[in-house]
């Protein structure tokens, strides 16, 4: 074994004791963790942080001298697994490769040299002895391709000159009688005992024929009052017949400064405690005697070694690969996040990740822009995320909507809801994707043709109604504006807010329906009050037209500060019920004929805005941000949260309107609402059976409209008699 670069040479007539350096063991879970901590906690701090690692003496010969750090490494007050000796030291992670190749080695192993000498100096290593025991590590994770740089280094005190060994390492068996080596193994248990714990790292000896006696290092002047002859006890985690492990340099350093003037002669037992098949065993332990060099009189810090060579026996550092041998599915799912987590690092340090990963997502069509909101859901972190359509892929889907390929058209069709689920997985399998069949029962599309057609539109209601209750967000996206009725219906009653997206030719509306105050006892979801959407919901539409052009008519005219659950809902800004929207029309009139950005554009601003609404800490209730808010402080990290994103392509201009709840609204006004809680299916039948002018009757759409051309007609006799 080859001395340190520390230690003068050995001459021919003497023999120089040489130590079993530590070989460092990073377990997989130690970088599991130290990835998490770089992600969720240190970012990009730099400065020095506490580990543990711990090393055994019972490994069977030939195992190097191990210093292992675990998954617990970062646990610094945690236990120390059985029979092990704990060893504290700072962790070094850097930001870079390149600030892990310039960092200044030699400087970090003196500043802890320093702190180790004066650890000696002070008498707290005599208290403390597990301060003799300390590590460096320093670090670069690169968490893109799962590849760890590290250097480990164990700092050790040099004589000016090397150990002379008095007497040659002998194994314990044939200098101690079994009557002795028994003692010696039931003092050792005692003085863990003692200590409460399972392993002391030093100890003092005392031993006769009869009777061997322990202490701990702090005791030295009551144990030795005569210092004829001192023995002293490390745990020694090496195998070698013939050298002791490293942690016993530092501890002859102290000998040397504490009781180097009274005794220049030590004889050490490195004590090794082996089971073997069941069989405890400490006779392989080994005995020797040294002669202890003088320490410098001036009181000045040792030279000091121990930077671990790497796998080539060169001084440099070890890379180790996890991304082979690490589960694929974990890799993502530490790797979906990374973009999230380090928006946080720099650029908004407040950002609250949990509340969006654990939002869960309905989105009733999987569509054009069902397709573009899970992917930026996905890309959010989303982790829930429900499907609901009754429409299979045709030719004509794959090019614009991004779940889907061309074998997904084949022989008729699959699912949507299905196939954009199975997309997901693969997309993704951390994902919790499901995918629901079904249609959604709409006014003016009545379901009373047969007892069997009532029935199954009353499962497709239950059906809804429980997913939404399941859900945290409900995103529409279907086809028409009828469609949108009953989930809007739903959806208030359960207090869900809702993101609703639009689409026209070149125009689209994205916004978020008024998040109806809760009764009493209940919180705003309509569940506990520690849900963490904190009351947010999202809907969005696919429609050929967007809503909302008869808010100067109805009286639900543009506001500023309005608060979230007095903001309209989609069916707010107009003057007419919800009707079949698709009867007697052309192709291009029952399809969203748009230009082919505008989906993707509108999908990722509803789930943007969802993300705002969380972000907000009134949730849904908060205060609709307008145009004329965006020079002013934004209320979220994120910036503004609208009522309404009105998007304008031909001229690549978006404006912020807000409006008032409509109290005659066929979706959401008072009335609507305590008709459906009150009558449940049978009054949502009469609205699927009837005309529109059922809900225009019910909520008074039908006595303004009579009221406004009675006041028109008026206005026309008062202008023909000027």
Same mark, same amino acid.
């Given at each position: 074994?080859?001395?340190?670069?520390?230690?003068?040479?050995?001459?021919?007539?003497? /023999?120089?004791?040489?130590?079993?350096?530590?070989?460092?063991?990073?377990?997989?879970?130690?970088?599991?963790?130290?990835?998490?901590?770089?992600?969720?906690?240190?970012?990009?701090?730099?400065?020095?942080?506490?580990?543990?690692?711990?090393?055994?003496?019972?490994?069977?010969?030939?195992?190097?001298?191990?210093?292992?750090?675990?998954?617990?490494?970062?646990?610094?007050?945690?236990?120390?697994?059985?029979?092990?000796?704990?060893?504290?030291?700072?962790?070094?992670?850097?930001?870079?490769?390149?600030?892990?190749?310039?960092?200044?080695?030699?400087?970090?192993?003196?500043?802890?040299?320093?702190?180790?000498?004066?650890?000696?100096?002070?008498?707290?290593?005599?208290?403390?002895?597990?301060?003799?025991?300390?590590?460096?590590?320093?670090?670069?994770?690169?968490?893109?391709?799962?590849?760890?740089?590290?250097?480990?280094?164990?700092?050790?005190?040099?004589?000016?000159?090397?150990?002379?060994?008095?007497?040659?390492?002998?194994?314990?068996?044939?200098?101690?009688?079994?009557?002795?080596?028994?003692?010696?193994?039931?003092?050792?248990?005692?003085?863990?005992?003692?200590?409460?714990?399972?392993?002391?790292?030093?100890?003092?000896?005392?031993?006769?024929?009869?009777?061997?006696?322990?202490?701990?290092?702090?005791?030295?002047?009551?144990?030795?009052?005569?210092?004829?002859?001192?023995?002293?006890?490390?745990?020694?985690?090496?195998?070698?017949?013939?050298?002791?492990?490293?942690?016993?340099? %530092?501890?002859?350093?102290?000998?040397?400064?504490?009781? @180097?003037?009274?005794?220049?002669?030590?004889?050490?037992?490195?004590?090794?405690?082996?089971?073997?098949? @069941?069989?405890?065993?400490?006779?392989?332990?080994?005995?020797?005697?040294?002669?202890?060099?003088?320490?410098?009189?001036?009181?000045?810090?040792?030279?000091?070694?121990?930077?671990?060579?790497?796998?080539?026996?060169?001084?440099?550092?070890?890379?180790?690969?996890?991304?082979?041998?690490?589960?694929?599915?974990?890799?993502?799912?530490?790797?979906?996040?990374?973009?999230?987590?380090?928006?946080?690092?720099?650029?908004?340090?407040?950002?609250?990740?949990?509340?969006?990963?654990?939002?869960?997502?309905?989105?009733?069509?999987?569509?054009?822009?069902?397709?573009?909101?899970?992917?930026?859901?996905?890309?959010?972190?989303?982790?829930?995320?429900?499907?609901?359509? %009754?429409?299979? /892929?045709?030719?004509?889907?794959?090019?614009?909507?991004?779940?889907?390929?061309?074998?997904?058209?084949?022989?008729?069709?699959?699912?949507?809801?299905?196939?954009?689920?199975?997309?997901? %997985?693969? /997309? &993704?399998?951390?994902?919790?994707?499901?995918?629901?069949?079904?249609?959604?029962?709409?006014?003016?599309?009545?379901?009373?043709?047969?007892?069997?057609?009532?029935?199954?539109?009353?499962?497709?209601?239950?059906?809804?109604?429980?997913?939404?209750?399941?859900?945290?967000?409900?995103?529409?996206?279907? #086809?028409?504006?009828?469609?949108?009725?009953?989930?809007?219906?739903?959806?208030?009653?359960?207090?869900?807010?809702?993101?609703?997206?639009?689409?026209?030719?070149?125009?689209?509306?994205?916004?978020?329906?008024?998040?109806?105050?809760?009764?009493?006892?209940?919180?705003?979801?309509?569940?506990?009050?520690?849900?963490?959407?904190?009351?947010?919901?999202?809907?969005?539409?696919?429609?050929?037209?967007?809503?909302?052009?008869?808010?100067?008519?109805?009286?639900?005219?543009?506001?500023?500060?309005?608060?979230?659950?007095?903001?309209?809902?989609?069916?707010? %800004?107009?003057?007419?019920?919800?009707?079949?929207?698709?009867?007697?029309?052309?192709?291009?009139?029952?399809?969203?004929?748009?230009?082919?950005?505008?989906?993707?554009?509108?999908?990722?601003?509803?789930?943007?805005?969802?993300?705002? /609404?969380?972000?907000?800490?009134?949730?849904?209730?908060?205060?609709?941000?307008?145009?004329?808010?965006?020079?002013?402080?934004?209320?979220?990290?994120?910036?503004?949260?609208?009522?309404?994103?009105?998007?304008?392509?031909?001229?690549?201009?978006?404006?912020?309107?807000?409006?008032?709840?409509?109290?005659?609204?066929?979706?959401?006004?008072?009335?609507?609402?305590?008709?459906?809680?009150?009558?449940?299916?049978?009054?949502?039948?009469?609205? &699927?059976?009837?005309?529109?002018?059922?809900?225009? #009757?019910?909520?008074?759409?039908?006595?303004?409209?009579?009221?406004?051309?009675?006041?028109?007609?008026?206005?026309?006799?008062?202008?023909?008699?000027?």
């Amino acid at each position: 074994m080859a001395s340190d670069s520390g230690e003068a040479e050995s001459s021919s007539a003497d /023999i120089k004791l040489q130590f079993a350096p530590f070989s460092s063991a990073l377990e997989a879970g130690f970088w599991h963790k130290l990835t998490q901590k770089k992600l969720n906690d240190y970012r990009l701090d730099e400065s020095p942080k506490c580990i543990k690692g711990y090393y055994c003496n019972g490994d069977p010969v030939g195992l190097p001298t191990r210093l292992t750090l675990e998954f617990s490494a970062f646990e610094v007050d945690g236990s120390t697994p059985a029979h092990c000796c704990a060893a504290v030291g700072k962790l070094y992670n850097t930001n870079t490769l390149d600030a892990f190749k310039g960092t200044d080695k030699k400087a970090l192993l003196e500043n802890e040299s320093k702190e180790l000498w004066n650890a000696i100096l002070s008498g707290e290593a005599l208290r403390d002895p597990a301060v003799l025991c300390r590590f460096i590590l320093l670090t670069f994770a690169d968490l893109k391709k799962y590849h760890f740089y590290y250097w480990f280094c164990f700092p050790a005190l040099c004589f000016p000159e090397g150990i002379k060994i008095i007497k040659q390492p002998a194994v314990l068996e044939k200098v101690f009688s079994t009557k002795q080596i028994a003692a010696l193994q039931e003092a050792y248990d005692g003085l863990c005992i003692k200590g409460g714990t399972t392993a002391v790292p030093y100890f003092l000896i005392k031993y006769t024929d009869d009777a061997i006696h322990l202490a701990l290092l702090a005791e030295w002047a009551t144990f030795f009052p005569c210092t004829t002859k001192v023995t002293v006890g490390v745990y020694d985690p090496c195998t070698l017949s013939q050298h002791p492990g490293w942690p016993l340099r %530092n501890l002859l350093v102290l000998l040397a400064n504490q009781w @180097g003037s009274m005794v220049d002669t030590v004889e050490v037992l490195c004590f090794r405690d082996r089971t073997l098949q @069941g069989i405890r065993s400490i006779q392989h332990s080994i005995i020797f005697q040294v002669k202890l060099p003088e320490l410098p009189t001036d009181s000045t810090c040792p030279k000091s070694v121990g930077w671990e060579k790497n796998p080539k026996g060169a001084m440099g550092p070890r890379m180790v690969n996890l991304s082979e041998c690490m589960d694929p599915k974990r890799l993502a799912e530490s790797s979906v996040d990374l973009n999230l987590k380090l928006m946080r690092w720099r650029l908004v340090p407040s950002l609250d990740l949990d509340k969006v990963v654990s939002t869960k997502c309905l989105l009733l069509g999987a569509g054009t822009l069902g397709c573009n909101v899970a992917r930026t859901l996905m890309g959010w972190g989303v982790r829930h995320i429900t499907f609901v359509d %009754n429409a299979k /892929i045709s030719y004509s889907n794959p090019v614009r909507q991004p779940l889907y390929e061309f074998e997904d058209c084949l022989g008729g069709g699959k699912s949507k809801a299905a196939a954009a689920v199975d997309r997901l %997985n693969k /997309i &993704f399998p951390g994902v919790k994707a499901e995918g629901h069949n079904m249609s959604i029962p709409m006014p003016g599309h009545p379901v009373n043709f047969s007892q069997a057609t009532q029935s199954q539109a009353q499962k497709d209601v239950e059906q809804l109604q429980k997913l939404i209750s399941e859900h945290d967000v409900v995103f529409l996206l279907m #086809d028409t504006r009828e469609s949108r009725w009953l989930p809007t219906v739903i959806a208030a009653s359960k207090r869900k807010l809702v993101i609703n997206a639009a689409l026209g030719f070149d125009t689209f509306v994205v916004m978020r329906h008024g998040l109806k105050k809760a009764p009493a006892g209940q919180n705003a979801c309509g569940g506990d009050a520690s849900s963490s959407l904190s009351c947010s919901s999202a809907s969005s539409s696919s429609t050929s037209t967007p809503a909302g052009s008869a808010a100067s008519v109805t009286g639900s005219s543009l506001f500023s500060n309005i608060p979230g659950h007095k903001l309209g809902c989609y069916f707010c %800004n107009d003057v007419v019920a919800p009707g079949d929207s698709t009867r007697d029309r052309t192709l291009d009139q029952q399809c969203t004929v748009s230009r082919p950005g505008l989906a993707m554009i509108a999908g990722a601003l509803a789930v943007e805005m969802m993300v705002s /609404i969380l972000q907000h800490s009134e949730g849904g209730y908060a205060v609709a941000s307008s145009s004329d808010d965006r020079m002013n402080e934004p209320p979220t990290s994120l910036g503004l949260v609208p009522h309404q994103i009105r998007g304008f392509l031909s001229r690549f201009d978006n404006v912020l309107p807000a409006s008032l709840a409509f109290d005659k609204c066929t979706a959401c006004s008072p009335v609507v609402l305590d008709h459906y809680e009150r009558e449940g299916f049978d009054f949502l039948s009469k609205v &699927f059976n009837s005309s529109h002018s059922f809900l225009e #009757d019910l909520t008074g759409l039908t006595l303004l409209h009579q009221e406004t051309q009675a006041a028109e007609i008026w206005d026309m006799s008062d202008d023909e008699s000027i």
